[in-house]
């Protein structure tokens, strides 16, 4: 179990992942593209995009290696508090520079391990068209590879019994990219050289959300 300032559990975040296998297969039919992707050891960050609440359990249940995931502190209330830090997910203020959340993944990185990040924020369109720079931030200092995951078919249908969710067995999309680095080259973390990384990172998120769509058969976006 974790508190608001220890290093978020390994062994939490692979009960979690344990947790997410069975939910997600249990209740969609999700379809994994290119796991294989993802380094098999060492930092890496998974930046997804968000269009529904299940896109991150879904990560979490379909990638390879357990996941810590950046998650807004308005999902931490009541039970649901001590249950996600006990699986090792991160509570963020996103209304300001969180500096306890920043460390605890700059943490998570330094020791080896999968951060997950929204790159937009929030949830929204899911079509990685507005990127804060906070990804840029935690690749460079942290030396870590970004993989871009796209989850695609969780906004496609409403279900019948539960209308938020995607219907029953429904087929789900998640979509592993070849992993790049943010940086140039140079070793700069300089607020130009975020502000560039963030450029050259929603590129290559757009570019595999495109290609997603068309190797899923998914609607294409114009």
Same mark, same amino acid.
């Given at each position: ?8 559990? +390994?062994? %939490? ?20 593209? %290119? ?25 979490? %249940? ?12 308005? +999902? #931490? ?29 700059? %943490? ?29 931030? #935690? +690749? ?18 409403? *279900? ?22 943010? *940086? ?39």
């Amino acid at each position: 179990m974790t508190d608001a300032t220890s290093a978020p559990s +390994a062994r %939490g975040a692979a009960v979690g992942r344990g947790i997410g296998i069975g939910l997600m297969y249990g209740l969609w039919k999700p379809r994994v593209l %290119g796991a294989w992707r993802v380094p098999a050891a060492g930092p890496v960050i998974l930046a997804v995009n968000h269009s529904h609440n299940i896109d991150g359990p879904m990560l979490m %249940g379909t990638a390879p290696r357990p996941v810590h995931f950046l998650i807004k502190k308005e +999902a #931490f209330v009541g039970p649901l508090d001590p249950f996600l830090r006990g699986i090792g997910q991160l509570k963020v203020d996103r209304t300001a520079a969180d500096r306890t959340a920043i460390t605890q993944a700059l %943490g998570v990185l330094a020791q080896g391990g999968a951060l997950g990040i929204f790159p937009e924020g929030t949830r929204g369109e899911g079509d990685f068209a507005s990127l804060r720079a906070g990804l840029a931030y #935690f +690749a460079l200092r942290g030396a870590a590879p970004i993989v871009p995951v796209a989850v695609l078919g969780s906004t496609e249908a409403r *279900g019948r019994l539960i209308s938020v969710l995607p219907p029953l067995r429904s087929r789900v999309d998640v979509v592993f990219g070849d992993a790049f680095d943010a *940086g140039d080259g140079s070793g700069r973390r300089t607020r130009k050289a975020l502000d560039e990384a963030t450029v050259r990172i929603q590129r290559k998120l757009a570019a595999h959300l495109e290609d997603a769509r068309r190797l899923t058969g998914r609607p294409v976006k114009t």
